[in-house]
């Protein structure tokens, strides 16, 4: 995450872990067709141990779109558009900024980048809105991890 902590205040830049849980109705044995058969619905839950100050907790839910029927450049990518919504959590180590929990809509782009059969990288870069108290803020996020598909 960049972690924009306020008008006094710097960016913070931290790392963390997370867990995706997604779900799909697409066939594996065929393209998928249409934007339902596209779609897969699904939680998240990120978090970072406190680093530059802050410590953060990012859970809810989230629908991803593939782009195409199916991977291009030779079957090598899988990008995707995808929205998420739920709370950010941000328990700043300065006792000028309280801790607060916000609603945060994300959207998000990334690519699935396939090894081999239901293994690959799953790259994304999102963009969480977090609305806090009449102040709206962007962070900024870029994430990355291994997926498997059964």
């Known amino acids: 995450y960049w972690l924009d902590r306020g008008a006094d205040l710097s960016r913070a830049s931290v790392g963390g872990y ?43 839910g989230q629908i991803d779109v593939a782009l195409f029927q199916a991977p291009i450049a030779s079957g090598r990518l899988d990008p995707f558009v995808s929205l998420g919504a739920g709370i ?35 790259g994304d870069l999102r963009a969480p809105i977090v609305f806090s108290d009449g102040d709206t803020r962007v962070q900024w996020l870029a994430e990355g991890g291994l997926y498997i598909s059964f």
């Open 88 to 122: 950010l959590r941000s328990d700043p180590d300065d006792a000028r900024v309280e801790t607060s929990t916000d609603f945060a809509l994300t959207p998000a782009a990334g690519t699935r980048i396939p090894f081999f059969s239901g293994i690959g990288f799953r």
């Open 18 to 60: 997370g867990l995706r849980v997604m779900f799909n109705r697409s066939d594996a044995a065929r393209a998928a067709q249409g934007l339902f058969g596209r779609a897969s619905a699904g939680a998240f839950a990120t978090f970072t141990a406190e680093q530059n100050g802050v410590s953060t907790q990012h859970i809810g």
